[in-house]
C-alpha cells in the first residue's frame, strides 16, 4: 500500500512570505496529525484530525498556522506570515479508524522549511 | 500531564557491540509507549509498541524494549548493532483521551542521536 504522501519536500521562504504544505494520508485512514519537528527537537503535534473534525489544536499558533483537511482525506497546512522560528521539518501522521486496534501512527517524509 | 524523557543526546557504539537507549515517562495510567527510529530526511519508522500484556516487545531490526512500571521505563535494546543502525531514535507516550472513537494524542521524547563506529 502507498505511505503517506507530501509534498513539497524542501521548501525556503523569506520571513513574512505565506507557505502551504499539503499531505496526502494512506487510503482508509481516519486520523491525520500535523507535527512540527525543530532541529534538534521531537515532532510536536500542532493538529490532529479525526475524518474532517479536528480533534486536539492546542499547540497550533492559530494567529499564523492554519489547517484544513476537506472531505476527510487531504490535509493542508499553511503559515502566514512566517517568522524564523518557523524553521523546521513539518511531519504528517495519519492512522487508522481507532477502535481497530491500532493506535500506531504512520509518517510521511516530511517537509523542511526554511525560513530566511 | 504525559510526558517523556530521553537523557542521551547522543549515543556512540561500536559495530557488533550491544545497545540500550533509555526512555523514561511520566503518566498516570497505563501508556501505550512506542519507539520510532528516523534516519536522515526520513519520516519516523515505527520499532515497536507496547500496549498491555507481555513486558517484553519485540520489534523490527532485531530491536526489543522492555516495559518496566515500577522504573517508569521503557528502554530499547539491540544485542549488536549494526552500521546501518545508526539514526535518530524516538520514544513517544500516548494517552487515550477517551473521545468517541478512542483517538488518543502522542508525546515524542527529544530523541536519542546513535552513532555507530566501525
Known amino acids: 500500500e502507498a505511505g503517506v504522501a507530501q509534498s513539497p519536500r524542501y521548501k525556503i521562504i523569506e520571513k513574512r512570505q505565506s507557505v502551504a504544505f499539503w499531505c496526502n494520508p494512506i487510503s482508509g485512514h481516519a486520523t491525520l496529525y500535523w507535527y512540527q519537528q525543530i532541529l534538534g527537537q521531537g515532532p510536536k503535534l500542532l493538529i490532529q484530525f479525526q475524518n474532517n473534525g479536528v480533534v486536539d489544536d492546542s499547540q497550533l499558533p492559530k494567529d499564523r498556522f492554519s489547517a484544513e483537511r476537506l472531505k476527510g482525506v487531504d490535509s493542508t497546512l499553511k503559515i502566514q506570515p512566517a517568522k524564523l522560528e518557523d524553521s523546521a521539518v513539518y511531519l504528517c501522521?495519519?492512522?487508522?479508524?481507532?477502535?481497530?486496534?491500532?493506535?500506531?501512527?504512520?509518517f510521511g517524509p516530511g517537509t523542511r522549511l526554511t525560513v530566511t | 500531564a504525559q510526558s517523556v524523557t530521553q537523557p542521551d543526546i547522543h549515543i556512540t557504539v561500536s559495530e557488533g557491540a550491544s545497545l540500550e537507549l533509555r526512555c523514561n515517562y511520566s503518566?498516570?495510567?497505563?501508556?501505550?509507549l512506542f519507539w520510532y527510529v528516523q534516519s536522515p530526511g526520513q519520516g519516523l519508522q515505527l520499532l515497536l509498541k507496547?500496549?498491555?500484556?507481555?513486558?517484553l516487545v519485540q520489534g523490527i531490526k532485531g530491536f526489543e524494549a522492555e516495559f518496566k512500571r515500577s522504573q517508569s521505563s521503557f528502554n530499547l535494546r539491540k544485542p549488536s548493532v549494526h552500521w546501518s543502525d545508526a539514526a535518530e531514535y524516538f520514544c513517544a507516550v500516548g494517552d487515550s483521551i477517551g473521545i468517541s472513537g478512542g483517538s488518543y494524542i502522542p508525546t515524542f521524547g527529544r530523541g536519542t542521536s546513535l552513532i555507530v563506529h566501525p
Open positions: 507496547y500496549f498491555s500484556g507481555d513486558t
Open positions: 501522521a495519519s492512522s487508522p479508524r481507532p477502535g481497530q486496534g491500532a493506535r500506531e501512527q504512520y
Open positions: 503518566y498516570g495510567a497505563t501508556p501505550y
